[in-house]
């Protein structure tokens, strides 16, 4: 059970690290709305809404602990990758991993919830989110860890790019 649990919590963390806790607010500046026009001009990040990116991954986790894995992994773009114990996997495998892992019955083994955000801007829509994830309830033990997200403003808005759980 430890060694499953330990190869399902990179996936967790990066769904986890995309939500932010009600009172906590990105370290990147907020106040320019984040748009579609915006990512076609490839306005710089720190001066796009990273509050948006919030939104998108408090929309994972709701998704999440809906039993909703589809909606989930809404917040992936089509590339997206992820570093697991085995290597570098792709959004498809990322699915089954999850499903596999954390899902029974169509529905989420444990609850999902984000905390202790911090959106680093890279270079033009490019952000570093990092954060932990908890994944707790239904008698079983606590998971928490910590993420780092690529993620990219894009004309459909946020997406994560890469994850890094662990």
């Known amino acids: ?21 009600a009172g906590n ?7 320019t709305a984040a748009t579609p026009a915006a990512a076609a ?18 929309k994972s986790a709701a998704d999440w602990n809906k039993g909703d894995l589809a909606g989930f992994m809404d917040s992936y773009d089509d590339s997206a990758t992820m570093m697991s114990h085995h290597g570098l996997i792709g959004k498809d495998s990322m699915m089954i991993h999850y499903r596999q892992t954390y ?22 829509n490019y952000v570093l989110l990092t954060g932990r994830f908890t994944l707790n309830g239904n008698n079983l033990p606590t998971l928490s ?4 997200l690529t993620c990219v403003l894009t004309p459909k808005g946020w997406k994560i790019l890469h994850d890094h759980t662990s």
Do not use: Y
């Open 145 to 148: 860890g910590w993420f780092s």
């Open 41 to 58: 001009n490839n306005t710089p990040a720190e001066k796009a809404d990273t509050s948006g990116l919030i939104a998108v991954m408090q």
């Open 103 to 124: 899902f029974k019955e169509g529905a989420a083994r444990q609850q999902l919830t984000f905390d202790q955000f911090k959106v680093t801007p890279l270079a033009g």
């Open 25 to 31: 607010t990105p370290t990147a500046k907020a106040d």
């Open 1 to 21: 059970m430890k060694k499953v649990l330990l190869l399902l919590t990179p996936a967790f963390l990066l769904a986890v690290a995309c939500q932010s806790p």
